[in-house]
């Protein structure tokens, strides 16, 4: 059986200004990205379905902060920041946010379904937890070829009530894969809460049914998700198996651009935000612990903000793919 764990708080944290200033900046970038996101969906240059990952910033900042280089991860449809976090260029993922040449995958792919190989993101997917056994496959090629990498597969809470996801441990477990199930829980998968969905008092103690190890983080604390992180990569890299995380957060938007989230009242919204938001709190650890005064932690901010506008012009600017892509990347010329 696996071990029972519950949440924990980080403890005071010993982390330097750098480390810090490098969470502030990177969970800023998205922040400001899916802002401009939204934006551009508003004034009809993004199609289709867009889910704005405000809010959850400090998940995949903090679990990036325990990759190394050549880690893998894979996610579902709310992926902007997991491609951000893991170094993929703005210009990029807003191109293709906006159907443009310039984009990840040519334009084709849109918000839900960009690669990049150079940067080891297998995707989001717009199936749900559809790339939940895909990551266990990914763990399966890296124990096949005696590597020690580790894949990250993110999905959230309604994702987790699939039942993909439960061969996905049973495989993964039996072969000890390294692989680490990130449970993304924002508490409300497209609109219904937990507490109506699910009977179980939490989504990583399923895992013991396997005996897969887990524990239970606090999402809003970048710290927190890092240790965890650290923790759950050592494990997986020592061969023991799979890791479960289940990662308790919150997002800010609806669950999609069109979802008005009339399922929550605005004042919880409010509350979570002005009491645990997790960008805010890393700018208070910055300007108590004097590692950055106020107007420092303002041209950062102008500096993103150049960045995220030179990326939207980057994407207004580039052309819409020619129709002979129709007819591109249908079939693979090499292995992955």
């Known amino acids: ?12 944290p010993n982390v330097s200004k750098d480390e810090l200033l490098h969470y502030y900046r990177e969970m800023l970038m998205i922040r400001r990205f899916e802002e401009k996101a939204g ?6 240059l993004i199609g289709g ?4 990952y405000i809010g959850q910033e400090a998940v995949v900042v903090g679990l990036e902060a325990a990759a ?3 880690d893998k991860r894979v996610t579902s449809y709310r992926d902007h920041g997991h491609m951000l976090a893991c170094g993929m260029d703005p210009k990029g993922v807003m191109a293709e946010l ?3 040449e310039g984009g990840y995958s040519k334009g084709k792919g849109g918000s839900m379904h960009m690669f990049s190989k150079e940067a080891h993101f297998y995707g989001g997917h717009g199936i749900v937890a559809a790339q939940v056994p895909i990551g266990a496959g990914l763990a399966f090629s890296d124990k096949y070829k005696g590597n020690d990498r580790v894949t990250f597969t993110y999905f959230g809470d309604g994702a987790a009530n ?3 996801v439960y061969e996905a441990y049973n495989m993964a477990e039996l072969w000890d894969l390294p692989v ?4 993304e829980n924002n508490q409300y998968a497209m609109g219904t809460s937990t507490k109506r969905s699910t ?23 970048v710290l927190a998700v890092k240790e965890a992180g650290e923790k759950a990569v050592a494990y997986c890299r020592a061969g023991k198996g799979p890791y479960i995380l289940e990662v308790k957060t919150y997002r800010y938007r609806g669950h999609s651009m069109s979802d008005p989230a009339k399922y929550r009242t605005r004042e919880e919204v409010q509350k979570m935000r002005s009491e645990r938001d997790p960008i805010e709190a890393v700018r208070d650890l910055l300007l108590t612990g004097k590692h950055a005064s106020d107007a420092d932690l303002k041209a950062i901010d102008k500096e993103i903000k150049d960045i995220v506008n030179e990326a939207a012009e980057f994407a207004k600017e580039s052309p819409e793919p020619n129709v002979s892509e129709l007819w591109t990347d249908i079939y693979a010329s090499e292995a992955v």
């Open 39 to 44: 934006q551009l969906y508003g004034m009809g």
């Open 1 to 12: 059986m696996a071990a029972r764990k519950t949440t924990k708080k980080a403890a005071k």
């Open 199 to 221: 009977k179980s008092p939490s989504y990583w103690e399923r895992g013991a049914a396997y005996g897969i190890e887990g524990e239970e983080v606090d999402g809003m604390n």
């Open 68 to 70: 190394s280089e050549g």
């Open 180 to 183: 680490i199930f990130v449970i």
């Open 162 to 164: 699939q039942g993909q």
């Open 49 to 52: 379905f867009c889910h704005l």
């Open 98 to 100: 906006t159907g443009r």
